[in-house]
Every structure is written in C-alpha cells, then in structure tokens.
Nanobody, 126 residues
Framework: QVELVESGGGSVQAGGSLRLSCVAS????????MGWVRQAPGGGREGVAA???????SYRDSVKGRFTISKDNAKNTIYLEMNNLKSEDSGMYYC????????????????????WGQGTRVNVST
C-alpha cells in the first residue's frame, strides 16, 4: 500500500508563489512515476506536472516556465514550486503515484495515477 500526503496549499494573490510537498510512504520504489494533478471547482482533473519512471519531466503548457517539479528520493518527497500564480491555477492539487514505467508526458496528458493523496487547496485571488 502507498500513502501520499500533500501540504503547502493556501491563498495567495496573483503573481505570488507557493510550494507544494508530497510525502510518500509504504511500498513505493524510488523510480515510481509521480506527479501533480489539479481540479478546479466544477472542472475535471488535469495533469500539471509529472516525473516519469525514467526521470523525464513534463508540464502542461499553461504552467511551463512558472512551475517546477522536483523529487528528493532520500525523503520520498516530491515538490511543486509554483511562481507567478494566476487565478486559473486555483483548485485542489493532488499528488499521484503510479506503478507503471512510463514517461512524465503520459501522466500529464492522462492525469492517470494508481495512488492519490487527499489533496491540498490552492486559491489565487486577483
């Protein structure tokens, strides 16, 4: 079993920054693909950023240049550094992990993970 716990969400003004963290525990090898998915109120889940089993990193177009995903294998933690936040970045952000062996681009495109955290809310006001 894999447990994911997110933290770091909050309320910021447009242009501000937040750093999300996701700590993984349980039976999770260090090369498990992991990433971030968000869901705006009334919307569906969309992939934001992911690290594939080969270490490949991918972002959705709307966050490129503003968001950075990283991973600390020693701490079993992934991060999402979010800068220059916009109102359209608001929503619940979920950490996901997958037991497959695919590239980061797959997870951003599909938002498909096997394991999920409980989510952390990001609210960006104008």
């Amino acid at each position: 079993q894999v447990e994911l716990v997110e933290s770091g969400g909050g309320s910021v003004q447009a242009g501000g920054s937040l750093r999300l963290s996701c700590v993984a525990s349980g039976n999770i090898p260090s090369n498990y693909p992991m990433g971030w998915v968000r869901q705006a109120p009334g919307g569906g889940r969309e992939g934001v950023a992911a690290i594939g089993s080969d270490g490949s990193i991918s972002y959705r177009d709307s966050v490129k240049g503003r968001f950075t995903i990283s991973k600390d294998n020693a701490k079993n933690t992934i991060y999402l550094e979010m800068n220059n936040l916009k109102s359209e970045d608001s929503g619940m952000y979920y950490c996901g992990a997958h037991n497959g062996r695919l590239k980061g681009a797959y997870y951003v495109a599909s938002a498909n993970f096997h394991f999920w955290g409980q989510g952390t809310r990001v609210n960006v006001s104008t």
